[in-house]
Structures are given as C-alpha cells and as structure tokens.
C-alpha cells in the first residue's frame, strides 16, 4: 500500500514538473538588443573609452621607462663640461624626464630661476600630453548612466502611450512587462559603461600621478646638480 501511495506521489510530481515551462535564460548580446539606439551609443562610448584607456595606458608605460644610470651619466658630463654629450644622451633617451633635462642643460649658463622655469614648463607640456583624452573619459563616466536613465524614460513613456491607446482599458501583462523590461536594459547598459570608464579613468590619473612626482624628483636633481661645485 505504501509502495503504490509513493508512486503515485512521484507520478503527479512528474506531471507537475513537466508542466511547468522551463525557464529560459537570456545572455548580455540579447538583452542589449532590447535597447535600441541608446545602446548602439553606449557600445560607442565603450569602444572609444577602451581605446583611449589602452593608449594612455601605453604612453604612460613609456614615460615610467628609465634608465636607472641616466642622472649618473648627465652628472658625470656636466661636470667634465661634455654639455654636448649630455645633449645627445637626452635627445637618445625618449622620455618626459629627458627631455624636461635636455632643455635645462641648453639653458645652462643663464640665472637658474630661467632654467628651472624652462625645465618646469617642458614638465607641464609632458604631463599635458600624457592627459590627452582623460576629459573624455570622465565625460564617458558621467554621461553613460545618464544616456541610460534617458533611454528608461523614453522606454518608459512609451509603454505608458502604448497602454493609453489601448481600447476599452483592457492592458496585457505580457506587452507591459516586455516595454518596462526594455526600458530597464537602458539603465544597466549605461552603469556598466560609467562603471568601467570611472574605474578606467582614476587608474590612468593614479598612474599620472606617479609620473608627475617622478617628474619633480627629476627637476629638483637637475637642479641641485647645477649647484653642485665642480
């Protein structure tokens, strides 16, 4: 008697099982098609975030790549008075700190408050360019989330006059959650995109920074190097 109750037990939880319709589950392509042209414009604003993160990513690389003996080498020529050979050796080594270096050396013999303004204004101009395209990545950061709020409204409104125009105020479930599950696609788009770009952005400026202190030790070695007596 008890073997025939749990078959029959297991037999309607088959059924109910099988009734059931299985759930299907949707990846980030499909649901991105969901989004119209708002996210045709986060792709874009995610395309060129990357681009500018990997090539400030590389100029910045460049500029941190030093020889370790290159001080040791100005100091030994300055003092043997090879400024032409310090010269050469600055205009070989392609970096913001030889080059903030190879205009103090050609200002050598003025005050030294001229070379220390001319070594700081080519510092300026190197860290200027290692900033290109950091403003347009902050912009990306700010603007994403709200390109995606925008596309929630608009998705929004829409589902809302779709639901007006319906007659006699009958409203499917079904047409109602599909406008508000597209206007919700938007938003997710949109973080994602500010989310990458602002976490992009502070790595670039922390790595800046670290460029920028290396850029003032530079300067004042230079400088103590003029001062040093020969």
């Known amino acids: 008697m008890l073997l025939q109750i749990d078959t029959i037990a297991l037999a309607e939880e088959a059924i109910i099982e099988a009734a059931e319709p299985a759930q299907e589950s949707i990846n980030l392509f499909e649901m991105a098609q969901y989004g119209g042209w708002i996210m045709v414009i986060l792709a874009i604003l995610l395309a060129v975030a990357c681009y500018i993160f990997i090539a400030r990513l590389v100029v910045i690389k460049?500029?941190?790549?030093?020889?370790?003996?290159?001080?040791?080498?100005?100091?030994?020529?300055?003092?043997?008075?090879?400024?032409?050979?310090?010269?050469?050796?600055?205009?070989?080594?392609?970096?913001?700190?030889?080059?903030?270096?190879?205009?103090?050396?050609?200002?050598?013999?003025?005050?030294?408050?001229?070379?220390?303004?001319?070594?700081?204004?080519?510092?300026?101009?190197?860290?200027?360019?290692?900033?290109?395209?950091?403003?347009?990545?902050?912009?990306?950061?700010?603007?994403?989330?709200?390109?995606?709020?925008?596309?929630?409204?608009?998705?929004?409104?829409?589902?809302?006059?779709?639901?007006?125009?319906?007659?006699?105020?009958?409203?499917?479930?079904?047409?109602?959650?599909?406008?508000?599950?597209?206007?919700?696609?938007?938003?997710i788009g949109g973080l994602i995109v500010g989310i990458l770009a602002m976490f992009a952005y502070n790595y670039l400026v922390a790595r800046i920074d670290r460029v920028v202190r290396l850029l003032e030790s530079r300067t004042l070695e230079f400088m103590d190097l003029l001062n040093e007596p020969a």
Do not use: W
């Open 62 to 187: 460049q500029a941190t790549r030093e020889d370790k003996s290159f001080m040791d080498r100005i100091r030994d020529y300055i003092h043997e008075g090879k400024i032409d050979s310090a010269l050469n050796l600055c205009k070989q080594t392609d970096t913001p700190s030889a080059h903030m270096i190879e205009k103090g050396i050609s200002r050598i013999g003025r005050p030294m408050q001229d070379v220390q303004v001319a070594v700081e204004n080519v510092g300026n101009l190197e860290v200027g360019n290692l900033e290109k395209g950091l403003v347009i990545m902050a912009t990306i950061a700010a603007g994403a989330p709200m390109l995606g709020f925008l596309g929630t409204v608009l998705g929004m409104v829409q589902t809302f006059y779709n639901m007006a125009q319906t007659s006699g105020g009958i409203i499917e479930m079904s047409a109602l959650s599909t406008g508000m599950y597209q206007a919700m696609v938007t938003t």
